[in-house]
């Protein structure tokens, strides 16, 4: 029996771990702002898209990693065929590497170096991010105008969606952050946004990726021969 596992059945089950991660999330979240009961804090740490090192966390890494992984294939594909951008494909693997990375551990934090702005701005590293992200637009649109139409637009819109959740709304986040602080409902609301924007974006990314590989996953289950016995 042959077990046929395409982008469409990914998409799928992508789809519905968001929402599972997601409303786990915003469930924990509610309930302990409005009850804040004693034994719950463990639970909210492993499941708030808030806090680090938890499940949430655990899942996007796993995402990006799975990204990197898809393209280092499609870039080994290009390099055997001689195909074009070859290099834009390792760059993207590489990319998409650091970022799981970053995701489990943080690296992001510590970009904003010295600098101290205040409102939207409060989270400083979103400076220096928005300055890489706008050159590697730059330095990716011959890759993404040589890419057929469907890929091109499922490319840019996963990626304007991860951006926009990675970057965009750290702006409301640090204006909150600054005069609010973090340990409140809305914070963890404004954050829960963040990270289900990025979660989805990358979701997104990586089923548009299997769809452009064109890779399946077949899984042959068959039952072994029996084995011949002689009698005397």
């Known amino acids: ?4 596992v395409s982008h469409t059945w990914l998409r799928g089950l992508l789809l519905r771990l ?6 786990l999330g915003l469930l924990v979240e509610l309930v ?6 004693s034994g719950l804090g463990p639970v909210l740490g492993f499941l708030s898209l808030s806090y680090e090192q938890n499940l949430p966390t655990w899942y996007a890494s796993g ?3 799975c990204c990197a992984l898809v393209l280092a294939a499609i870039a080994r594909e290009a390099a055997l065929t001689g195909a074009s951008h070859r290099r834009h494909w390792w760059g993207l693997a590489a990319t998409f590497l650091y970022l799981s ?8 934090e510590h970009l904003g170096g010295g600098l101290e702005l205040p409102g939207v701005l409060y989270f400083s590293w979103v400076v220096p991010a928005a300055v890489a992200v706008g050159v590697f637009g730059l330095l990716y649109l011959p890759f993404l105008a040589h890419l057929s139409v469907r890929s091109r637009w499922q490319f840019l819109a996963a990626g304007v969606i991860y951006v926009t959740g990675a970057l965009g709304m750290e702006l409301p986040l640090g204006y909150w952050t600054e005069r609010h602080g973090n340990d409140n409902l809305v914070y963890a609301l404004i954050d829960l946004v963040e990270e289900s924007l990025e979660l989805l974006g990358v979701s ?3 089923v548009a ?4 590989l064109g890779a399946r996953v077949r899984v042959t289950l068959a039952s072994p021969e029996r084995q011949g016995s002689s009698g005397s």
Not at 1 to 4: A, G, P, R, S, T
Not at 18 to 23: A, E, P, V, Y
Request: charged share 20%; net charge negative; proline share 3%.
């Open 209 to 212: 990726l299997v769809e452009y």
């Open 1 to 4: 029996m042959d077990l046929l």
């Open 18 to 23: 968001l929402g599972l991660i997601t409303g």
């Open 204 to 206: 997104l990314f990586l």
């Open 63 to 65: 995402l990006l990693l």
């Open 32 to 37: 302990y702002a409005r009850w804040r009961p």
């Open 101 to 108: 990375l970053d995701e489990a551990v943080g690296l992001h």
